[in-house]
């Protein structure tokens, strides 16, 4: 009788390929420009938020939140930029020529609704801005957009199946 053996072989990176949940930004390399600065506090940026894309969201996400946010803020308890949530499943990424109806945008630290950029203080060091997409279990947090930072927060806690995030600096 006649054996015959089949041999595959395959690369180590493609049986390993990357699928970690992953948050990219075509806008941000490091530093944020005057586009996504604040316009307002003393700072004279375009305050347009950065273009988001992510990737390898894992099984059971129904929906995403995003988030900005400065722990090196003068506060004590850091500076919430924006927090935008209720973006749908099918979605895996947006820009600031999206539509700010499809989302929630929640109370940032500046008192509106909506991104607002980076504005450290004048003669600050370097400012650490974490942008993070979280993948939710929930397709509604169940707030609105009065929702203060901290509520927010609660909830993405509550909710969260995992996140990915990218870090810029801004300094003035």
Not at 110 to 134: A, L, R
Request: proline residues 6%.
């Amino acid at each position: 009788m006649k054996k015959s053996f089949i041999i595959v072989f395959a690369s180590v990176s493609s049986l390993f390929a990357q699928t970690t949940f992953t948050l990219k930004s075509k806008d941000l390399e490091g530093q944020f420009t005057n586009t996504g600065v604040f316009n307002g506090f003393g700072c004279t940026g375009e305050n347009k938020s950065p273009s988001l894309n992510w990737v390898n969201a894992p099984a059971g996400t129904k929906s995403f939140a995003v988030t900005m946010f400065d722990p090196d803020a003068p506060t004590g308890s850091g500076w919430w930029h924006w927090l935008v949530f209720d973006i749908p499943s099918t979605i895996s990424g947006f820009n600031a020529a999206l539509s700010a109806d499809m989302f929630v945008q929640s109370k940032t630290d500046f008192g509106g609704n909506g991104y607002g950029g980076p504005c450290p203080p004048q003669g600050d060091k370097p400012h650490t801005y974490i942008i993070t997409v979280f993948a939710l279990k929930t397709e509604k947090l169940g707030l609105d957009k009065n929702a203060t930072p901290a509520v927010v927060g609660y909830y993405l806690g509550q909710n969260m199946i995992a996140k990915a995030s990218i870090v810029a600096y801004h300094k003035r």
